[in-house]
């Protein structure tokens, strides 16, 4: 009787099966295998780049495939943020944003993306908003602006990074508690801002602090007011603004990464993971205070029930002060 030696054709199915399984295996499983692209609603210089290429160094060196910083400012953050909730979702194209993420969807008659279009990965900073001066402004103070608004309204014009972003809603809201009216000029990003102010072509600009941090300390132009509760200990003699009108005044900016709607939990949670142990290490967190916010991370979670917080005092604040941009 002849016997048959079955060993070489099952391992030859063996391999077969395997190769099939690699072929239907999802995307995430080798996440990931190119670069990643992280858009920001705004120009380079400001805090927010600032952030998103800290951020994205040290997140390319986790996952060892490089993070590339795409700038595309303008619109409120409205063109970068529509850019990415019609980008596929696979976890190579995510979005930096802040405040005016969900302001926006109140602050624009036809706003371009809707809430959900999104899913949360990680929050990665708080810190406030700073008001600062050109050095030949006709004020040294931000009580001295206050005086001069009062006496000339609608005279002294006002920087900020573009209409409904965080450091704009902070000089709304200040407006409307110091009792002024001053004039908006909204610019694409802090860093055109700061580059005006620092030259003199506009007396006052608004500013995430982490965006005009280095600037002040190099004495380019001066800091009248944070927007913190507390003084920033980097800047121990510039006041907050609740001390200047002698009421309750906080405004702080957030940033955090969104991806996709769609975008798989396993890619999601990858992310999450790794950009939460990049903002617990010691040395970022240094890094970041250094540019005058602090870190934050936690869970997808986390930073969802921020965003929702964020959304439902927009809203108030869009119907309360009659905001609108078109």
Not at 65 to 75: E, L, M, Q, S, T
Not at 224 to 244: F, I, M, Q
Not at 289 to 302: C, I, K, R, S
Request: with cysteine; net charge positive.
């Amino acid at each position: 009787m002849t016997r048959l030696n079955f060993k070489p054709r099952r391992a030859c199915l063996l391999a077969l099966a395997a190769a099939t399984l690699a072929l239907a295996l999802p995307a995430q499983a080798v996440y990931p295998d190119k670069p990643i692209k992280i858009v920001v609603p705004s120009s380079p210089g400001g805090g927010a780049d600032a952030v998103a290429r800290m951020m994205g160094d040290r997140l390319g060196r986790a996952l060892g495939h490089p993070v590339i910083i795409d700038n595309k400012g303008g619109g409120g953050g409205n063109i970068a943020t529509e850019a990415v909730a019609k980008a596929p979702a696979d976890g190579y194209t995510l979005l930096l944003t802040g405040n005016n993420h969900a302001l926006n969807v109140y602050l624009f008659a036809k706003p371009p993306y809707k809430l959900d279009d999104f899913v949360p990965v990680v929050e990665l900073t708080r810190g406030p908003s700073v008001f600062v001066a050109a050095n030949a402004a006709p004020f040294g103070t931000l009580q001295e602006m206050i005086t001069q608004a009062r006496q000339t309204p609608g005279t002294i014009a006002f920087g900020g990074p573009g209409i409904g972003l965080p450091s704009h809603i902070a000089f709304e809201l200040f407006e409307r508690s110091a009792g002024i009216s001053m004039v908006h000029v909204p610019y694409k990003g802090s860093g055109p801002a700061l580059a005006d102010v620092m030259g003199g072509q506009i007396p006052v600009v608004t500013s995430t602090l982490s965006a005009a941090l280095s600037q002040i300390k190099a004495g380019k132009m001066k800091a009248l007011a944070v927007t913190s509760d507390k003084r920033w200990p980097g800047l121990p003699n510039t006041p907050t603004v609740a001390e200047v009108i002698g009421k309750p005044f906080v405004h702080v900016t957030w940033l955090g990464i969104l991806a996709p709607k769609g975008t798989p939990a396993p890619i999601v949670a990858r992310l999450n993971t790794e950009l939460d142990k990049i903002l617990a290490d010691p040395a970022t967190k240094a890094s970041i205070e250094a540019l005058g916010t602090n870190t934050v991370g936690g869970t997808p979670a986390d930073f969802q029930k921020a965003i929702d917080e964020e959304a439902l005092l927009s809203k108030a604040l869009v119907q309360s002060a009659r905001l609108r941009a078109e």
